[in-house]
């Protein structure tokens, strides 16, 4: 089976620096995805990892440990449309991705 | 405009009453999936499908039934909705596999009385 563990609740003050872990264990590993989701709407994609080390795109850089099953997704110069709920997804197979139960920052002045 | 469109957007039912929650991808994705979402519990998959005519059971398939005729469509079905079936459903396509971006419809809220 697959297990996702990410922090239930963040705060982060606008213009600050946020990084959000997730920690997984799975039966095979196939990559790591984040995905951001305002309240009532749709997921969308924000990284995906395969290979350990940091990708950096933008405001939004995302690290992943295979070794450790650990991965971050980092937010700098926070603003305030950042407020969101951010999903750590697991590909354990070519069929099946597991999200956890996601990370809700609330970003203050 | 590539997108993945569900309708209804928003039901509100009876328990018993056979439902069916249409999703539609127009960028010829082999992959869809189903997924609800309740509070506390994160997204769940129901079911997906890897091509047409080929579905699988996700995490939490009871209660639930899935169709794939066509590439672009895949359908889920309430044949006897209950109120423990009352969630947000989304559905998403990728490419070929779960390690391509995943595209998400738009959400349907279902209220089942």
């Known amino acids: 089976g697959q297990n996702i563990d990410q922090p239930t609740e963040m705060t982060a003050t606008e213009g600050a620096i946020v990084q959000i872990n997730c920690t997984y264990q799975?039966?095979?590993?196939?990559?790591l995805f984040w995905y951001q989701q305002h309240a009532g709407e749709a997921p969308t994609f924000l990284s995906y990892?395969?290979?350990?080390g940091l990708e950096e795109k933008g405001r939004f850089s995302s690290f992943l440990s295979r070794s450790k099953g650990y991965s971050y997704l980092l937010l700098k110069e926070l603003q305030m449309k950042d407020s969101a709920s951010y999903l750590c997804?697991?590909?354990?197979?070519?069929?099946?991705?597991?999200f956890g139960t996601g990370t809700r920052l609330q970003v203050t002045l | 405009e590539a997108q993945v469109t569900q309708n209804p957007r928003y039901l509100i039912t009876v328990t018993g009453k056979k439902l069916t929650v249409t999703c539609s991808q127009n960028?010829?994705?082999?992959?869809m999936s189903w997924y609800r979402q309740d509070p506390g519990l994160g997204l769940r998959q129901i079911y997906y499908?890897?091509?047409?005519?080929?579905?699988d059971k996700g995490d939490v398939p009871e209660g639930y039934k899935v169709s794939r005729k066509e590439k672009r469509n895949f359908p889920l079905i309430l044949e006897s909705p209950s109120p423990n079936q009352t969630s947000l459903y989304f559905c998403?396509?990728?490419?070929?596999?779960?390690?391509?971006?995943?595209?998400f419809g738009p959400g349907t809220r279902l209220t089942v009385l």
């Open positions: 799975t039966s095979g590993f196939n990559g």
């Open positions: 990892n395969v290979l350990d």
């Open positions: 960028m010829n994705h082999e992959y």
């Open positions: 998403a396509s990728s490419l070929l596999l779960t390690t391509d971006t995943q595209y």
């Open positions: 499908s890897m091509n047409v005519e080929v579905t």
């Open positions: 997804a697991v590909t354990g197979t070519a069929s099946k991705l597991t």
